[in-house]
């Protein structure tokens, strides 16, 4: 089945082509007009969205060596995301789908970004854990099985990435967070600021990250007039201090239910230390990443899991609802 795949959650406007399990084509176009504004303004974003998502389902075709006829099935991400991106992808969706007279089906962001698991490697098989971390969500999912999910914990407050972005905008680094300082700590040392880990020794698996900007915020305030301050240094040490509450916690989960496999997913998984880290703690499991290209908003997941439900005769009817706050279970 060739299913055609739209993301356009946030600000990465991307297309793929899934035929048989297989991604045939995946093209994304990042908007790099927020840089500016260190984060993503929605109405922007949506007009980007409405401006480049048919030069991108044109090229994904392209690239694919197929033709829009050939398309037996659209998928397009319906939630969670910023309602007016969100959209923007799902009336063009609409209007591609009526105009071929294909089936569509809206599908759940996050369970994408589970299933991106399953092009990094078919073999991943149930159950597994799954810290989902990206720049809106940090959760510890057990996947049962495909519409089985048993949330573990989830932050309170800020999630990891939001944390990576408003760290950055602190340490007067660009947009997104996470990449900006992942390389400024490169070199640093991890160690020199000991920044708090909240419930990092809590048995309930909860996180929250919203102390730790705050922490950073205070500590360049009342650093700023120092001329020994290692930027280096301080970015090396938010990122610890993040990713050891990060791998603490998913140490507890796979512990608590017991199961010899777990994935890391979002976009924060595309981080070397944090993957490093994983490996070290969890060495006696499989850990699973999916491609780094995969990791953060793209349609190829979105895609393969529309071909996966709509290969099972599940579709949506034509006038699904967006929804901003979609949950997963």
Request: hydrophobic share 45%.
């Amino acid at each position: 089945m060739i299913v055609l795949g739209v993301e356009s959650s946030c600000d990465e406007t991307a297309a793929a082509i899934c035929s048989n399990n297989e991604i045939l084509s995946t093209i994304v176009s990042s908007q790099v007009i927020h840089s500016k504004f260190g984060g993503v303004v929605p109405e922007l974003a949506s007009r980007e969205h409405e401006l480049l998502l048919n030069s991108i389902v044109e090229e994904a075709l392209v690239e694919a060596n197929i033709h829009k006829q050939d398309i037996e099935g659209i998928a397009v991400t319906r939630g969670p995301g910023l309602a007016g991106t969100l959209l923007s992808g799902v009336c063009f969706a609409k209007g591609l789908a009526q105009g071929l007279q294909k089936p569509i089906i809206g599908i759940n962001h996050l369970e994408a970004h589970i299933f991106a698991n399953f092009l990094a490697d078919p073999e991943l098989d149930f159950p597994f854990v799954c810290l989902l971390v990206s720049g809106g969500h940090t959760q510890l999912w057990l996947v049962i099985d495909m519409n089985h999910y048993t949330i573990l914990g989830t932050t309170r407050d800020d999630a990891a990435g939001e944390a990576f972005d408003k760290g950055a905008r602190i340490l007067g680094l660009g947009y997104p967070g996470g990449p900006e300082i992942e390389k400024l700590g490169k070199n640093g040392n991890q160690r020199a600021v000991d920044f708090p880990r909240a419930f990092l020794n809590d048995k309930r698996l909860e996180f929250s990250f919203s102390g730790l900007k705050t922490a950073l915020l205070y500590f360049m305030d009342s650093n700023k007039e120092k001329d020994n301050v290692n930027l280096e240094d301080i970015a090396a040490s938010y990122q610890q201090a993040i990713i050891d509450v990060l791998v603490g916690k998913l140490v507890q989960a796979v512990e608590k239910v017991n199961v010899k496999t777990c994935v890391i997913a979002g976009g924060v998984a595309a981080n070397k230390s944090l993957r490093e880290t994983v490996n070290k703690a969890l060495s006696n499991i499989r850990v699973l990443y999916p491609d780094l290209s995969l990791c953060t908003d793209n349609a190829a997941m979105v895609a393969y899991l529309g071909e996966l439900y709509l290969s099972m005769g599940v579709s949506s009817s034509m006038d699904f609802d967006i929804n901003p706050n979609l949950k997963l279970a």
